[in-house]
């Protein structure tokens, strides 16, 4: 009796033993989920930040659109800009975006005209207030809570390793039976309601410039489904996400049959962080066209 | 060693000749199917294919593992145990010429039998069920890795199992300790989603464990750290689950 007694106390010794071996592991180090999320915020709070960012959209290996951009974006200046260069289906467009406080401009590539859209409610200012917000550290440590809660059991997707350059490298792969049901079928349902709206998918351009956005997705009817979700990081020794690739793979069948793969991948590279001055435009002696802020409103909730 | 394969038999059968089990195992058979024909009307009707067929029987092992398998478990386990003593038969059982460890192992066995019966039961009505499905690109590699899922989610139930086994010992009839298993059952899993950090530590949080054998070499860390809490968990709940079989008086 009293040997049965001590056997089993010897093994909840063990047990507790590995548990807490276990528990303690699991827990200091500190996992890629967690590596990711610092990095983000770090970058959120950046006051200045220059990123290129290519996008591509193929569809079954065929590239549809590209677009290279270089934005400028700095909190402190409350001002942005964006030079952007795409390619939809072989015809170019250039744009140029100023943006801060009172006003945004818009430039077309080949064209010497400028499009001025005042800004007098101040929009600009305001959602730099929401930014501000999210610095507020309960607002952000009640939205952690949340988004942990939301993300769940994806957070074991999240790999790290170390590089040689003192960051880490972060990667993020789900494929199939990793991707949850239910977000799958929401993604799915939104990208054939988006291809069903007609041809502007995702590159809404301002106003003026939505002619050369005619880029026509494939109408997707059948077996529309997210395959993939890649996301590839590289964290800087400051924490700081120094680039990032996310690629998405959307599979299905149009009303002909025909099996589409399409791919949308987004290159990031994020450079002169707290350094960058934005790229301003002088209006004086050039060829400026007013808009009302209502005419894009309304294009845009169409 | 004998005498402890006949026990084991015996309180198997005691499980599957219930009337009760085979109901729950009608129902068990029925899920795949239903959620076959559900996830083929989202393919039909709307178009889209969250779950293709070669992903719908590891999909499916989820929706049990997370909710039916735990609770059908629980039932099976606190029958074996507290309904024992609420009906009186633990008394014959006893007079067997075995002891109470062999009593106690035979039954944690049957229980290990029903779980994989179970698992064996839904992986190949969810596989003929995709027939019904859209998406058979890859259907054999699907069917590997389901094959895999399925034996890594024995571990995770068997630990629920074990579980239940320990907290049916702290109770006279079974109605009453399911109950309680129920509620403990939900109170972990709020405790996980709300305090995400020290969900590692929840025996519940291991029963979508099978998804990261699907998900390839990357993940073999988290297997290897999930493998230990089950282990000494399984560890800590047999020895405690035994010490108050051994001493409990009749």
Same mark, same amino acid.
């Given at each position: 009796?009293?040997?049965?007694?001590?056997?089993?106390?010897?093994?909840?010794?063990?047990?507790?033993?590995?548990?807490?071996?276990?528990?303690?592991?699991?827990?200091?180090?500190?996992?890629?989920?967690?590596?990711?999320?610092?990095?983000?915020?770090?970058?959120?709070?950046?006051?200045?930040?220059?990123?290129?960012?290519?996008?591509?959209?193929?569809?079954?290996?065929?590239?549809?659109?590209?677009?290279?951009?270089?934005?400028?974006?700095?909190?402190?200046?409350?001002?942005?800009?964006?030079?952007?260069?795409?390619?939809?289906?072989?015809?170019?467009?250039?744009?140029?975006?100023?943006?801060?406080?009172?006003?945004?401009?818009?430039?077309? /590539?080949?064209?010497?005209?400028?499009?001025?859209?005042?800004?007098?409610?101040?929009?600009?200012?305001?959602?730099?207030?929401?930014?501000?917000?999210?610095?507020?550290?309960?607002?952000?440590?009640?939205?952690?809570?949340?988004?942990?809660?939301?993300?769940?059991?994806?957070?074991?997707?999240?790999?790290?390793?170390?590089?040689?350059?003192?960051?880490?490298?972060?990667?993020?792969?789900?494929?199939?039976?990793?991707?949850?049901?239910?977000?799958?079928?929401?993604?799915?349902?939104?990208?054939? /309601?988006?291809?069903?709206?007609?041809?502007?998918?995702?590159?809404?351009?301002?106003?003026?410039?939505?002619?050369?956005?005619?880029?026509?997705?494939?109408?997707?009817?059948?077996?529309?489904?997210?395959?993939?979700?890649?996301?590839?990081?590289?964290?800087?020794?400051?924490?700081?996400?120094?680039?990032?690739?996310?690629?998405?793979?959307?599979?299905?069948?149009?009303?002909? /049959?025909?099996?589409?793969?399409?791919?949308?991948?987004?290159?990031?590279?994020?450079?002169?962080?707290?350094?960058?001055?934005?790229?301003?435009?002088?209006?004086?002696?050039?060829?400026?066209?007013?808009?009302?802020?209502?005419?894009?409103? /309304?294009?845009?909730?169409? | 060693?004998?005498?402890?394969?006949?026990?084991?038999?015996?309180?198997?059968?005691?499980? *599957?000749?219930?009337?009760?089990?085979?109901?729950?195992?009608?129902?068990?058979?029925?899920?795949?199917?239903?959620?076959?024909?559900?996830?083929?009307?989202?393919?039909?009707?709307?178009?889209?294919?969250?779950?293709?067929?070669?992903?719908?029987?590891?999909?499916?092992?989820?929706? *049990?593992?997370?909710?039916?398998?735990?609770? *059908?478990?629980?039932?099976?386990?606190?029958?074996?145990?507290?309904?024992?003593?609420?009906?009186?038969?633990?008394?014959?059982?006893?007079?067997?010429?075995?002891?109470?460890?062999?009593?106690?192992?035979?039954?944690?066995?049957?229980?290990?039998?029903?779980?994989?019966?179970?698992?064996?039961?839904?992986?190949?009505?969810?596989?003929?069920?995709? *027939?019904?499905?859209?998406?058979?690109?890859?259907?054999?590699?699907?069917?590997?890795?389901?094959?895999?899922?399925?034996?890594?989610?024995?571990?995770?139930?068997?630990?629920?199992?074990?579980?239940?086994?320990?907290?049916?010992?702290?109770?006279?009839?079974?109605?009453?300790?399911?109950?309680?298993?129920?509620?403990?059952?939900?109170?972990?899993?709020?405790?996980?989603?709300?305090?995400?950090?020290?969900?590692?530590?929840?025996?519940?949080?291991?029963?979508?464990?099978?998804?990261?054998?699907?998900?390839?070499?990357?993940?073999?860390?988290?297997?290897?750290?999930?493998?230990?809490?089950?282990?000494?968990?399984?560890?800590?709940?047999?020895?405690?689950?035994?010490?108050?079989?051994?001493?409990?008086?009749?």
């Amino acid at each position: 009796m009293n040997k049965k007694i001590l056997l089993t106390g010897v093994s909840i010794a063990a047990g507790c033993a590995m548990l807490f071996t276990t528990a303690f592991a699991s827990m200091t180090g500190n996992t890629g989920y967690e590596i990711y999320k610092e990095a983000v915020k770090n970058t959120v709070k950046a006051k200045s930040f220059t990123a290129d960012v290519r996008m591509t959209f193929k569809d079954n290996g065929k590239v549809m659109a590209e677009m290279d951009s270089t934005m400028k974006q700095s909190h402190e200046e409350r001002a942005m800009s964006h030079i952007t260069n795409a390619k939809v289906q072989d015809k170019e467009v250039k744009m140029e975006t100023y943006a801060n406080e009172d006003n945004v401009v818009l430039k077309k /590539g080949s064209s010497d005209e400028y499009y001025l859209i005042k800004n007098d409610k101040k929009d600009f200012g305001r959602h730099d207030r929401k930014l501000n917000c999210a610095e507020d550290p309960e607002m952000s440590k009640a939205g952690e809570v949340v988004l942990d809660a939301l993300v769940g059991d994806l957070k074991n997707y999240v790999s790290a390793s170390g590089n040689s350059e003192g960051g880490s490298d972060v990667t993020i792969q789900l494929e199939g039976n990793q991707i949850p049901a239910v977000v799958n079928a929401l993604a799915s349902l939104g990208a054939k /309601g988006a291809a069903k709206d007609g041809n502007r998918p995702h590159a809404h351009g301002p106003a003026p410039f939505d002619e050369n956005f005619d880029l026509q997705p494939p109408k997707l009817v059948d077996d529309i489904k997210i395959t993939k979700v890649d996301v590839k990081a590289k964290i800087n020794k400051d924490k700081t996400i120094e680039s990032q690739i996310i690629t998405a793979v959307l599979t299905g069948k149009d009303a002909e /049959g025909k099996s589409h793969q399409i791919e949308f991948s987004a290159d990031m590279k994020l450079k002169n962080v707290n350094s960058t001055t934005v790229d301003k435009v002088d209006l004086t002696g050039k060829q400026v066209k007013e808009l009302k802020p209502e005419d894009i409103k /309304g294009e845009h909730s169409r | 060693m004998n005498s402890l394969t006949a026990c084991a038999v015996n309180e198997t059968e005691r499980i *599957f000749l219930k009337k009760k089990t085979m109901v729950l195992l009608i129902i068990t058979m029925l899920i795949p199917v239903l959620g076959a024909i559900g996830v083929g009307f989202f393919q039909k009707g709307l178009g889209i294919m969250p779950v293709s067929a070669s992903e719908f029987s590891v999909w499916i092992l989820g929706i *049990f593992t997370n909710f039916l398998l735990p609770l *059908f478990i629980g039932m099976a386990a606190v029958d074996l145990f507290a309904g024992e003593i609420g009906d009186r038969s633990i008394k014959i059982t006893l007079l067997r010429p075995v002891s109470r460890l062999g009593i106690f192992s035979a039954k944690i066995i049957a229980l290990a039998a029903y779980i994989v019966v179970n698992l064996g039961i839904i992986f190949l009505v969810s596989s003929f069920s995709t *027939f019904f499905l859209e998406g058979k690109e890859g259907l054999i590699w699907g069917m590997t890795k389901g094959l895999l899922a399925y034996n890594a989610a024995i571990l995770p139930m068997l630990l629920i199992a074990i579980a239940a086994v320990f907290i049916a010992q702290l109770f006279k009839n079974s109605s009453g300790a399911l109950v309680i298993l129920i509620l403990i059952y939900f109170g972990l899993n709020i405790v996980s989603t709300v305090f995400p950090g020290i969900s590692n530590l929840m025996i519940t949080s291991y029963t979508d464990w099978h998804l990261l054998w699907t998900a390839g070499w990357g993940q073999l860390g988290r297997i290897f750290t999930v493998f230990m809490f089950i282990l000494s968990y399984s560890i800590i709940f047999l020895a405690s689950g035994f010490y108050l079989f051994e001493r409990r008086e009749l």
